[in-house]
């Protein structure tokens, strides 16, 4: 009997990766332009999601388009909404493309379908309410596609970027074995289906808010091998993307999340180009968790996003923020336990 050779092998086991290999999902051809509804985005490519918006009574002095977790959906940012809003700052969020509401629920739809949707939206936002000060908010994956799309997507120009522990956990700071490890699955398993459990991960301090996502039909709680994959795609590209940020940013991170390394967001913030407080702004909140703004002490740190808006609005950008936090912020990183 003759066996098959090497490259037989070979070929064999390259087919078996390939019919195994991590999905997507399917790209669209744009055919109109995007527009917004009541309550809703509608694509270029015809798909819509869902999008909450919170507008101010009074006087509009600024506008937020706002980003997600991964895994979460546009609900995220009703708490701090309702105090920007009471401020007179708009607030437009939408559920991206595999999570919530949108279409393609669990599949990862690819970083640079997100960035062109942020980009539709901006302008949009930006259309609805000219000549008022733009500013793109993202929470942890949505962080990363902020950082993305502004190396992306050169036309957004937001008149600032705050970034809530921006997802930055690439492949170069995760370490060889979780690498390989990942890899493995997202090509061998790509649609078994993680949950988390048993890993002792607290994302908040905020423990009514987290039973409230646990019975919350639209958080994700079955996650995919290969939207994992996807993720971590983006977030390497997040991180390289740090390198050329020229855009005025608030980056807010908390010494006790438990869900981006602290290393990763000490390599992301050492690669930002050297900036002055005016246009680089870091708070580092002893208490805080991952969920920064759903946090109990939540409150400080939407009262630093507002007051850092307002600064860069009607100032200089280099005031100093209410909590204290951006106060040696690498300093205490460095040397936190």
Known sequence: MRLPGLGFVLLAFALTLAACAPQRQAPLAEHAPARLTDDGYIAADGM??????????????????????FNDYSKAFERPAARLRAAGIAVYAYDQRGFGAAPGRGLWPGQEVLARDLRAVADLVRAAHPGIPLFVMG?????????????????????????????????????????????????????????????????????????????????????????????VDLMDKALAATLEIETPTLVLYGLRDQIIPRASTLAMLERMPEAGPERRRIAVYEAGYHMLTRDLEGGVVIDDILAWIENRVHGDGAAPLPSGADKEPIRRLRDAP
């Open 139 to 231: 929470e942890s994956m949505g962080g990363a596609v902020v950082l993305a799309t502004l190396v992306r997507e050169a036309g957004l120009r937001p008149a600032g970027a705050i970034l809530i522990a921006p997802a930055v956990w690439g492949r170069e700071t995760m370490g060889g074995l979780k690498r390989s490890a990942l890899w493995i699955a997202a090509h061998t398993t790509p649609w078994m289906e993680l949950t988390g459990r048993g890993l002792n991960i607290v994302p908040s301090d905020n423990i009514a808010m987290l039973r409230a996502l646990g019975r919350d039909p639209m958080v994700i709680k079955r996650t995919r091998v290969d939207a994992i994959w996807g993720l």
């Open 48 to 69: 819509r999601m869902p999008l909450r918006r919170w507008l101010p009574a009074d006087e509009l002095r600024a506008a937020i388009v706002a980003l997600h977790g």
